[in-house]
């Protein structure tokens, strides 16, 4: 997809995360505490970069094991 067109917010809370990821809270706290994606600390709150978790998933179906 065309980034410059994408107006999609690329920052995700964990539960943002979670759904678009189609996973639990819980294993998406697991990724980041296994260092698979890297939070983003503001004010407290833990944000995940939907840009990651894209590259991540394109790396994933390109490798696959």
Known sequence: ??????????????RKAAEYLGRSEKAVRHLYERQVLTPLRIDGRVF???????????????HPY
Do not use: F, G, H, W
């Not at 997809?1 to 964990?14: E, F, G, H, I, K």
């Not at 995940?48 to 390109?62: F, G, N, S, T, W």
């Open 48 to 62: 995940l970069d939907r840009r990651e978790i894209d590259d991540k998933y394109d790396q994933a179906r390109l």
């Open 1 to 14: 997809m065309n980034t410059a067109t994408d107006n999609r917010p690329y920052l995700l809370s964990v």
